[in-house]
């Protein structure tokens, strides 16, 4: 068994998606801070599952991972998860060798790379690096009015300019990090950890349980 053993996602390590392997593994939704990470298990995966964790405007800061279901949700404060969109670019290019799509994946992960550098530095601050913000910013819009043949590119087009607005937060507020990073990511890693162990007990106890029923 490996690490997404319990969830549907693509995997940077096995260079694939991946489905759980668990039979009474369910699909999941996470939200946390530095400090709590929460859990809601449910069978499905779309906006009527988040609205039972979500059922006001939610005052804090959202990091969806570009997830259509995350749209249904009101939020003060997005920032689309930069993670995410370089593995989907990563993905891609695994599929995808046309010289229109490895162009356009090259030039969005130096952007998005850029945008990680400079909010990493330092001394960042969004009054200090106004003018490479604004550049980024322009760079940004550059590349959203380039349209390509590729049907990939189109894809990931459409996506880009539905959340034009959510993709850079985090250059102008220095509350709002760039992706689920750090201590959030730890304290996930850990309960999905927990998770699997119980639901490979579960499995074992009924394991256990069909045993002494046969005897």
Request: glycine share 6%.
């Amino acid at each position: 068994m490996t690490e997404h053993t319990i969830w549907r996602d693509y995997c940077p390590r096995c260079k694939k998606d991946v489905e759980p392997v668990v039979g009474d593994a369910w699909s999941k939704a996470t939200f946390g801070h530095r400090l709590v990470c929460y859990y809601l298990i449910d069978r499905g995966r779309g906006s009527p599952v988040l609205k039972k964790f979500f059922d006001t405007v939610f005052e804090g800061v959202l990091l969806p991972d570009f997830w259509v279901a995350y749209n249904a949700v009101e939020a003060a404060v997005r920032q689309c998860c930069h993670a995410h969109l370089l593995r989907e670019l990563e993905k891609t290019d695994l599929q995808n060798d046309s010289e229109g799509w490895q162009a356009f994946g090259k030039v969005w992960r130096r952007l998005i790379r850029d945008a990680i550098r400079l909010r990493k530095r330092p001394d960042f601050s969004p009054p200090r690096y106004a003018r490479r913000i604004e550049r980024i910013e322009n760079r940004l819009a550059h590349r959203l009015d380039r349209d390509g043949p590729d049907p990939d590119v189109r894809r990931l087009l459409k996506r880009l300019r539905r959340h034009q607005g959510d993709l850079f937060t985090s250059l102008h507020r220095l509350d709002v990090p760039y992706g689920r990073v750090g201590t959030w990511q730890r304290s996930r890693a850990a309960l999905e950890s927990l998770m699997l162990r119980n639901v490979i007990g579960r499995a074992q106890s009924a394991t256990r349980i069909s045993g002494r029923t046969r005897l």
